[in-house]
T-cell receptor
């Protein structure tokens, strides 16, 4: 009955590989996000989707491609992984009218070796 | 060019005392501010927020103060409890324009409340 669930929790992979992180929310929210927490601990927005439509796309390499098959799911696919991609990735959701009150998943710790 | 800064990486407080966490911002377009709390191995959870039209918002033991002229906000926890031990993130949003729903976070302050 987890509100925002993301898998996997840990992801260890080699440079150059392609990997995906999945996210699902059962809160009935219409907006979903991907945030990245870097080594300095800052949480930075990467993407935002509202009803499957991309509405925020920060300066993120095009190796990162979000996909939203429906408004309850937002997956993140990363091509040609680099060492600098190592971080914790958080999925979140909200209602459009309450966009600042985000509900976060527990994070995916990605380690690129 | 961090627009939201929490200059204290950590804070240690005795149970029952007041905890004061501070946050500074530089972008004058920010008009909505929030605090999130994060336990280890969990995602951040929303704690309390304040609009720029107010200078104080209170919710139980938690009060957020906003000083717009100083571009400073603070979170007060009274009385502090051991269960409050967590990382606290300050966040800001510019509700107008196209940045709606985009939060800019500080780097967090680790609060430890000792029994």
């Amino acid at each position: 009955d987890t509100a925002v669930s993301q898998t996997p929790k840990y992801l260890v992979t080699q440079m150059g590989n392609d990997k995906s992180i999945k996210c699902e929310q059962n809160l009935g929210h219409d907006t979903m996000y991907w945030y990245k927490q870097d080594s300095k601990k800052f949480l930075k927005i990467m993407f935002s989707y509202n009803n499957k439509e991309l509405i925020i796309n920060e300066t993120v390499p095009n190796r990162f491609s979000p996909k939203s098959p429906d408004k309850a799911h937002l997956n993140l696919h990363i091509n040609s992984l680099e060492l600098g991609d190592s971080a914790v990735y958080f999925c979140a959701s909200s209602l459009r009218g309450e966009g600042e009150k985000l509900f976060f998943g527990s994070g995916t710790q990605l380690s690129v070796l | 060019d961090q627009q939201v800064k929490q200059n204290s990486p950590s804070l240690s407080v005795q149970e029952g005392r007041i905890s004061i966490l501070n946050c500074d911002y530089t972008n004058s377009m920010f008009d909505y501010f929030l605090w999130y709390k994060k336990y280890p191995a969990e995602g951040p959870t929303f704690l309390i927020s304040i609009s720029s039209i107010k200078d104080k918002n209170e919710d139980g033991r938690f009060t957020v103060f906003l000083n717009k002229s100083a571009k400073h906000l603070s979170l007060h926890i009274v009385p502090s409890q051991p269960g409050d031990s967590a990382v606290y993130f300050c966040a800001a949003s510019a509700r107008g324009g196209t940045s709606y729903g985009k939060l800019t976070f500080g780097q967090g302050t680790i609060l430890t409340v000792h029994p």
